[in-house]
C-alpha cells in the first residue's frame, strides 16, 4: 500500500483523492510493527495545498494519520494553500489545530516566546498582501481571542513585530489598497476595527495622501482616532503625520483640532 500511495502522488496531472484517502484510512501509526509513513504524508499534505480538488475530509484523514507534525510545519503548508488560493486547504488546517494562528517566529512549539515575532498573517500579508483567503485568516484570529496566550495578545492586521511591522503594512507594502481593507474589515469586524482604530494613523501617515479616507474616519470615529496615541510609543496622529511629512494629514488634523477646540469652547489651538 505504501508503494501504490506514493505512486499516486507522483502522478504528475491528476490526483486519485479518493484512492489516496481509501489507502490511508487503514493505516494505523500506533499499530505494532506499523511502517513510518510520515515523509509520504508530508508529500500528500504538500499536494493537497497546491491542489484545489481535494476535499477536505480527505485532507483531514491525512491529517490525523501524520505522526510529528510540528506548528513549523502546519504553518508552512498554511502558507502554500493561501499561495494557491486553496481555501478548503487552509480551513481545514486552521481548524485541525488553531494554534497556527497564534504562533509567533520565535516562539517554541511549546508557545513559548516572546511574542513578538511573525504570524501566520504577516507571512501571508507579506508575500500575497490582501485576498480572500487572508481576510479569512483575519477572521478566525478575530474570532477565536480565548486562544491567545494571556501575556501575548494578537491583534490581527495591527499586531506589531520588533520590527514594528504589521499584517496591515506588509499588505500594503505588496500592493494591497488600505480603503479596500478597512472597508471589509469594518463591515465584518466592526467591534474588532473601532477598538484598533487609534492604531490607524501611523499606517495613514505613511501610505495615505488621499485625505478622504482619513476625513470619513474621523467623521465615524473622532475622538477615537483623533485623541488616540500609539499603545507602544506613545505617538499620536499628528506626531505620525510630521514624523512622514505628511502634509495633507497634517493639514486635516490641524483643521480637525481647532474644530474640535471651538466646539468645547477652548479657544484658538495656538492660544
Given at each position: 500500500?505504501?508503494?501504490?500511495?506514493?505512486?499516486?502522488?507522483?502522478?504528475?496531472?491528476?490526483?486519485?483523492?479518493?484512492?489516496?484517502?481509501?489507502?490511508?484510512?487503514?493505516?494505523?501509526?500506533?499499530?505494532?510493527?506499523?511502517?513510518?509513513?510520515?515523509?509520504?504524508?508530508?508529500?500528500?499534505?504538500?499536494?493537497?495545498?497546491?491542489?484545489?480538488?481535494?476535499?477536505?475530509?480527505?485532507?483531514?484523514?491525512?491529517?490525523?494519520?501524520?505522526?510529528?507534525?510540528?506548528?513549523?510545519?502546519?504553518?508552512?503548508?498554511?502558507?502554500?494553500?493561501?499561495?494557491?488560493?486553496?481555501?478548503?486547504?487552509?480551513?481545514?488546517?486552521?481548524?485541525?489545530?488553531?494554534?497556527?494562528?497564534?504562533?509567533?517566529?520565535?516562539?517554541?512549539?511549546?508557545?513559548?516566546?516572546?511574542?513578538?515575532?511573525?504570524?501566520?498573517?504577516?507571512?501571508?500579508?507579506?508575500?500575497?498582501?490582501?485576498?480572500?483567503?487572508?481576510?479569512?485568516?483575519?477572521?478566525?484570529?478575530?474570532?477565536n481571542k480565548e486562544h491567545n496566550n494571556s501575556n501575548r495578545?494578537?491583534?490581527?492586521?495591527?499586531?506589531?513585530?520588533?520590527?514594528?511591522?504589521?499584517?496591515?503594512?506588509?499588505?500594503?507594502?505588496?500592493?494591497?489598497?488600505?480603503?479596500?481593507?478597512?472597508?471589509?474589515?469594518?463591515?465584518?469586524?466592526?467591534?474588532?476595527?473601532?477598538?484598533?482604530?487609534?492604531?490607524?494613523?501611523?499606517?495613514?501617515?505613511?501610505?495615505?495622501?488621499?485625505?478622504?479616507?482619513?476625513?470619513?474616519?474621523?467623521?465615524?470615529?473622532?475622538?477615537?482616532?483623533?485623541?488616540?496615541?500609539?499603545?507602544?510609543?506613545?505617538?499620536?496622529?499628528?506626531?505620525?503625520?510630521?514624523?512622514?511629512?505628511?502634509?495633507?494629514?497634517?493639514?486635516?488634523?490641524?483643521?480637525?483640532?481647532?474644530?474640535?477646540?471651538?466646539?468645547?469652547?477652548?479657544?484658538?489651538?495656538?492660544?
Amino acid at each position: 500500500n505504501s508503494k501504490k500511495l506514493s505512486s499516486l502522488l507522483e502522478n504528475p496531472k491528476k490526483i486519485d483523492w479518493k484512492g489516496i484517502k481509501a489507502i490511508i484510512s487503514t493505516y494505523h501509526p500506533g499499530k505494532n510493527n506499523a511502517p513510518n509513513l510520515d515523509s509520504t504524508f508530508h508529500q500528500a499534505l504538500k499536494r493537497a495545498c497546491l491542489d484545489r480538488s481535494v476535499c477536505q475530509s480527505t485532507l483531514k484523514t491525512i491529517l490525523q494519520k501524520t505522526n510529528n507534525l510540528t506548528l513549523q510545519d502546519r504553518i508552512r503548508f498554511a502558507i502554500m494553500a493561501v499561495r494557491c488560493q486553496n481555501m478548503v486547504a487552509l480551513q481545514t488546517i486552521i481548524y485541525d489545530d488553531i494554534s497556527v494562528l497564534f504562533h509567533h517566529s520565535n516562539d517554541d512549539d511549546n508557545g513559548y516566546g516572546f511574542g513578538y515575532g511573525d504570524t501566520l498573517l504577516h507571512m501571508v500579508c507579506e508575500k500575497h498582501g490582501w485576498n480572500t483567503e487572508i481576510a479569512f485568516i483575519l477572521s478566525e484570529v478575530v474570532n477565536n481571542k480565548e486562544h491567545n496566550n494571556s501575556n501575548r495578545n494578537h491583534e490581527g492586521l495591527f499586531q506589531e513585530t520588533h520590527g514594528l511591522e504589521t499584517p496591515l503594512k506588509l499588505s500594503l507594502q505588496a500592493g494591497s489598497d488600505l480603503t479596500d481593507i478597512i472597508d471589509h474589515v469594518r463591515e465584518e469586524h466592526p467591534t474588532y476595527f473601532e477598538r484598533n482604530v487609534g492604531r490607524l494613523s501611523q499606517t495613514i501617515a505613511e501610505y495615505c495622501y488621499d485625505m478622504k479616507l482619513l476625513s470619513e474616519l474621523i467623521g465615524l470615529y473622532g475622538i477615537l482616532l483623533l485623541d488616540s496615541f500609539h499603545p507602544e510609543n506613545g505617538s499620536s496622529p499628528l506626531n505620525f503625520a510630521c514624523y512622514y511629512q505628511n502634509e495633507d494629514m497634517i493639514r486635516v488634523l490641524l483643521e480637525e483640532y481647532k474644530k474640535k477646540n471651538e466646539e468645547e469652547g477652548i479657544g484658538d489651538l495656538n492660544s
